[in-house]
Nanobody
């Protein structure tokens, strides 16, 4: 069984930074690619970033350069640091996990409950 619990969301002003964290519970954390999706109001869920067990990283469009994903395999956690936040970054951010790095980028098997990020303009 895989459990993902996000934290760190909140209300910030445009230009601010915010770091989201995800605490993961599964048999072997290093077996899983980890990542983040987001969903803005009225829009479909969107890929944000992913990281493989050994540190290969991918970012979605418009995220690279502002967002940084990292993982700690000893603590079973993954983080998303978001800098220079924009109003259009507002949405619910979901931690995701999958044994397949490829599938994680489109249809990950496991999702957290999500954490709200609101960026005021």
């Amino acid at each position: 069984q895989v459990q993902l619990v996000e934290s760190g969301g909140g209300l910030v002003q445009a230009g601010a930074s915010l770091t989201l964290s995800c605490a993961a519970t599964m048999r072997t954390f290093s077996d899983y690619a980890m990542g983040w999706f987001r969903q803005a109001p009225g829009k479909e869920r969107e890929f944000v970033a992913s990281i493989s067990w050994n540190g290969n990283i991918y970012y979605g469009n418009s995220m690279e350069g502002r967002f940084t994903i990292s993982r700690d395999n000893a603590k079973n956690t993954v983080a998303l640091q978001m800098d220079d936040l924009k109003h259009e970054d507002t949405g619910v951010y979901y931690c995701v996990a999958d044994v397949s790095m490829v599938r994680l980028g489109t249809r990950p098997d496991h999702w957290g409950q999500g954490t709200q990020v609101t960026v005021s303009s």
